[in-house]
């Protein structure tokens, strides 16, 4: 009996072609979910930003009242 430690050429050219076929099936997948969480996170800035166009066109301008006449009648 041969007594040896380690690996044939033959078992590790099957482990190198079962990690192929791993990485051309799970690289695809990975891409398309980077894609959907660019479109997710471009989508909330969009978002985030109307909010705030729209609060800000909302706010009263330039801290100038609105009934002036009030103002000068108190004085």
């Known amino acids: 009996m041969i007594n040896s430690k ?39 800035a969009i978002e985030k930003n109307t909010v705030e166009e729209t609060s800000l066109e909302e706010a009263p301008r330039g ?4 009934n002036d006449d009030a103002i000068a009648t108190s004085v």
């Open 6 to 44: 380690g690996f044939t050429l033959v078992e590790i050219v099957i482990v190198i072609v079962i990690i192929g076929m791993l990485s051309i099936v799970a690289i695809p997948v990975y891409k398309t979910h980077l894609e959907k969480a660019r479109i997710a996170q471009t989508n909330s």
């Open 63 to 66: 801290g100038v009242a609105e």
